[in-house]
T-cell receptor, first 114, second 117 residues
């Protein structure tokens, strides 16, 4: 079974700071990788996803993530955060090639201070 | 596009009663839908995979007789919590696969908060 580890449970940054949220997964085969965001009081929204191809994936709202297969990592980055990025961020995986449910990391609560 | 709705958004019930939660894909057909459970300040845990026209597949540790799932059409899946108890209080979230079950993005509903008294 796969597992997902997010290293930072709480992150506090000032506006305009750079962001990197770590995500490592454990699974021996091909995986699909996702980052979802959950703004306060709202449902999960997809930020970006990786299935194959270019390991550097660009998503919405200026976010990007890099898949490093050798490190089993899929870290999320944003060069300059905004107050509106305050939210819960979840990394998720599912095995590639099939319609499987997602395994989520525990989430990172990001607070951006104005 | 790719909107998923859930009804109700919140429900309070007495212990021992059953509660049905609906999950609908509004603008696409979903052969596969998923049910998750989210505890306060924690992550989502997959409960079951719901396939249209067939029995749901439950994750280990999830009681299939307690959490009844029906996927009667390509746009509707229901989760019924039977004989609910306070420990069933949680946030239940569904998602739908937009690609007919062939590995694509899951779109999530807004969730249903269940409180069992």
């Amino acid at each position: 079974a796969q597992s997902v580890s997010q290293h930072n449970h709480h992150v506090i940054l000032s506006e305009a700071a750079s962001l990197e949220l770590g995500c490592n997964y454990s699974y021996g085969g091909t995986v699909n990788l996702f980052w979802y965001v959950q703004y306060p009081g709202q449902h999960l929204q997809l930020l970006l996803k990786y299935f194959s191809g270019d390991p550097l994936v660009k998503g919405i709202k200026g976010f990007e993530a890099e898949f490093i297969k050798s490190k089993f990592s899929f870290n999320l980055r944003k060069p300059s955060v905004q107050w509106s990025d305050t939210a819960e961020y979840f990394c998720a995986v599912n095995p590639g090639g099939g319609a499987d449910g997602l395994t989520f990391g525990k989430g990172t609560h990001l607070i951006i201070q104005p | 596009g790719a909107v998923v709705s859930q009804h109700p958004s919140w429900v309070i019930c007495k212990s021992g009663t059953s509660v049905k939660i609906e999950c609908r894909s509004l603008d696409f057909q979903a052969t596969t839908m998923f049910w998750y459970r989210q505890f306060p300040k924690q992550s989502l845990m997959l409960m079951a995979t719901s396939n249209e026209g067939s029995k749901a597949t439950y994750e280990q540790g999830v009681e299939k007789d307690k959490f009844l799932i029906n996927h009667a059409s390509l746009t509707l899946s229901t989760l019924t919590v039977t004989s609910a108890h306070p420990e069933d209080s949680s946030f239940y979230i569904c998602s739908a696969d937009s690609a007919g079950g062939y590995t694509d993005t899951q779109y999530f509903g807004p969730g249903t908060r269940l409180t069992v008294l």
